[in-house]
């Protein structure tokens, strides 16, 4: 049954209204999560507070945390620890990468635009579920967010791919690694979704306008569906699933073109 009722749930990259996140956080306190946002900066921290209190949470908590250094997450879960000796859920929305590295050519990736994209898009998600496995006492589940060029070369996506592919095979040796504490670590492969973040890929409107005549369901998919997917992954419903990625694209990814 679903029950997320009392449960302790971890939420990174909230940063404005039309955040896959934010979506999820949504849709987890609607199924009776208490929620702990993680934020990067005032400006992030500011985002939080007004679309919160615009939705009416309460018993919210907040904590910094920046995810490219391993002292700040440190700091952040020891705060979480403090306000919620046990986590029941996790949810890892967070990815970068420089504007300039996913256009043009993959091999004329920088080295240095290569290991941002990995450090924030990838391994944020190993040091975070290494900083939140001793809170996750009576086990659990985390998400995180991917995306189809992780499987197949999506124009203009470049090493963001590169780094889902890498964030997507983690998924699958952290369920292994965390399976014996009944620790769940899966991920949702979305659809495009129009968010500020997506407006730093080239041509993404008619990546878009392509997608809505060939997807089977004829249409993008809804931020809220995601949600809802990460809320069942969450939940009580989900027990026996780990180290899966779900699509949740309205059906492209089962297309051969």
């Not at 420089?98 to 994209?117: F, I, M, N, P, V």
């Not at 450090?119 to 809170?135: F, G, I």
């Not at 040796?173 to 014996?180: M, P, R, S």
Request: charged residues 20%.
């Amino acid at each position: 049954m679903l029950n997320l009722n009392n449960k302790n749930i971890v939420i990174m990259g909230v940063t404005n209204k039309w955040s896959i996140a934010w979506a999820c956080a949504k849709s987890l306190h609607q199924a009776g999560a208490n929620l702990i946002f993680t934020y990067y900066g005032d400006r992030s921290l500011r985002s939080i507070d007004k679309l919160v209190k615009e939705a009416g949470m309460e018993n919210v908590f907040n904590v910094s945390c920046d995810v490219t250094s391993d002292d700040s997450i440190q700091e952040a879960f020891k705060a979480i620890g403090s306000h919620a000796p046990v986590v029941h859920g996790l949810v890892h929305s967070v990815a970068f990468s420089k504007k300039e590295e996913l256009s043009g050519r993959y091999a004329d990736t920088s080295r240095d635009g290569y290991q941002l994209a990995q450090d924030v898009s990838a391994y944020s998600l190993v040091a975070v579920t290494k900083a939140v496995d001793p809170l996750m006492t009576e086990g659990g589940g985390i998400v995180t967010m991917s995306y189809l060029g992780g499987e197949r070369v999506v124009k203009n996506y470049n090493v963001m791919g590169v780094a889902k592919a890498a964030l997507e095979m983690s998924v699958r040796y952290l369920a292994n690694d965390l399976g014996e504490k009944q620790i769940r670590v899966n991920a949702i492969s979305a659809g495009p979704v129009k968010t500020l973040s997506a407006k730093g890929v080239s041509d993404f409107d008619k990546l878009c306008a392509g997608y809505e005549d060939k997807a089977p369901l004829r249409r993008m998919v809804k931020p809220e569906e995601i949600a809802k997917s990460c809320v069942y992954l969450l939940s009580d419903l989900s027990t026996g699933v780990t180290g899966e990625v779900l699509h949740v694209d309205c059906g492209y990814s089962i297309l051969g073109y």
